[in-house]
């Protein structure tokens, strides 16, 4: 029997050591993918493309930004730059320094290569905790041979994979979209979450929502993972194995409390006040430094005042209705001007109406919810991009093996990749050929947001079976013991 453990334990290491080697591969193998492709003239004139860059996100307004603030004039001047004046200073100095011989905004794609790096680095440190938690919560509910039955797959590893070779996120980085940049502020947020690092937390949470307002939504999964810890089963679960049968009555079961209860069990079903209480502290401490470096960014420029309303009311009042991804666009370039406000508080409430009976459903599950919460925002915003499905994307495979059984897996993905041919046809028929219309556009994006729609519906749906299963399997351990 030693013998046998013994080499059951070489050979799960030996095949951990396998995965990591392959997984070095292909991370290595994406990245001199990328310093390929940035490398190509004009990268392949992806940064004019509508589904790449937005508003909000084009490199190019952000050099128009800079190039009138180094004029001596408001960087929101002109209608064009409505960033954040700190990824002005941050990104303004790459965006106009040319090497010779190399191609333009080369070291602005070297940047967004890095931020893709430690975007996918960050995915698999989360999906290695979020794994490793779920682990010891299975242990402890007695449950760790249906996780081995089921076969479990290095989910941290699969994302970054995932991430780094999502079509989405190449065309992204390459493309000249800032959206990396965002997409680090939020997994920063989540990855600090997870570990427990508050000030971390806190911080990427602030960045996140001031550069592109949607990220403030996040703040409940955050808490929720601070509070409960990393995603686990149901804390019904808990609380069922804590308990079992002790005697019988006529009128009712009795039940008492096992002695052998160990951490873990009373762990789940409380909530930490004090991380909580540490992470509004810090928000609070970041909020005011960014608001700080934000008025001495813009003093001279009509202040935070303007900025806000160049940045937060250009997001939340949806002026600019050039095509994207989304569906704003077209329903408000349709709508009549005096139903225009009804419309824009409809579709902005409509994502805070979903958080609170989500966030009540999946309370256990702060990791999936995030990722709920990105889809959701992803559907609804204002000027989406690529970049934001990249993200969800990447962090929906956090979670492969709790969604195995997901249905229309195959529609989805077939449904993804249509869209991603189509649209580029549908807006040269459109822009460039004269031989179609709006509506051609229109349709790729309707197909988008509900391709969105039913991810978000069957995954969030084949993780409460997952849940009702480890119910039903716990149930059936716990009749067991009391036969």
């Not at 003093?299 to 994207?324: A, C, H």
């Not at 509900?450 to 991810?455: D, E, G, P, S």
């Amino acid at each position: 029997m030693e013998g046998r453990e013994t080499m059951s334990s070489t050979t799960t290491k030996t095949k951990q050591k396998l995965s990591n080697s392959e997984f070095w591969t292909w991370f290595a193998a994406s990245v001199a993918f990328r310093l390929v492709l940035i490398h190509l003239p004009k990268n392949l004139h992806l940064s004019s493309r509508p589904e790449v860059a937005t508003p909000l996100t084009s490199i190019r307004r952000l050099a128009e930004g800079y190039w009138l603030k180094q004029s001596s004039m408001s960087p929101y001047a002109g209608s064009m730059y409505h960033g954040s004046p700190l990824l002005l200073l941050v990104l303004g100095p790459l965006s106009v320094k040319r090497i010779e011989g190399q191609p333009e905004h080369l070291l602005c794609s070297l940047l967004l290569v890095v931020a893709d790096i430690v975007n996918a680095m960050l995915i698999r440190s989360t999906g290695q905790s979020l794994q490793k938690s779920y682990v010891q919560h299975l242990e402890a509910l007695d449950l760790l041979k249906f996780s081995e039955e089921s076969g479990m797959l290095p989910s941290g590893d699969i994302a970054a994979l995932v991430y780094l070779w999502n079509p989405f996120t190449i065309i992204a980085c390459v493309g000249l979209s800032t959206s990396p940049i965002e997409n680090l502020a939020i997994l920063l947020a989540l990855y600090g979450a997870c570990k427990g690092l508050v000030p971390l937390a806190a911080f990427g949470w602030v960045l996140a929502t001031h550069m592109s307002l949607y990220p403030a939504i996040l703040i409940i999964p955050i808490i929720l993972f601070l509070g409960y810890g990393p995603d686990a089963p149901p804390r019904k679960l808990f609380l069922q194995r804590s308990y079992r049968k002790c005697g019988t009555s006529s009128s009712r079961d009795q039940y008492c409390k096992t002695e052998d209860v160990t951490d873990p069990l009373e762990l789940q079903i409380t909530f930490s006040w004090r991380r909580v209480m540490q992470f509004l502290l810090w928000t609070f401490i970041w909020g005011i430094y960014f608001l700080l470096l934000c008025d001495i960014s813009v003093k001279q420029y009509g202040g935070l005042s303007e900025m806000f309303k160049r940045t937060y009311g250009f997001i939340l009042t949806v002026k600019d209705l050039s095509p994207n991804i989304g569906v704003l666009w077209y329903f408000f370039a349709e709508v009549f001007d005096f139903f225009r406000d009804f419309f824009l508080i409809v579709f902005h409430v409509n994502i805070l109406f979903m958080i609170l009976p989500l966030a009540i459903r999946l309370k256990h599950r702060p990791g999936f919810l995030a990722f709920v919460y990105l889809a959701i925002s992803s559907m609804f915003k204002s000027y989406p991009s690529i970049g934001d499905s990249a993200l969800y994307l990447g962090v929906l495979a956090l979670f492969v093996n709790e969604l195995a059984a997901m249905n229309f897996s195959f529609f989805l993905f077939c449904g993804y990749v249509g869209v991603s041919l189509l649209s580029p046809v549908m807006h040269n028929l459109w822009i460039w050929r004269g031989t179609g219309n709006a509506n051609f556009y229109f349709a790729t994006a309707m197909a988008y947001a509900c391709l969105q729609i039913i991810l978000v519906v069957e995954s969030v749906s084949a993780m409460l079976n997952h849940d009702r299963k480890l119910r039903k399997i716990t149930s059936a351990q716990v009749a067991d013991g009391k036969s």
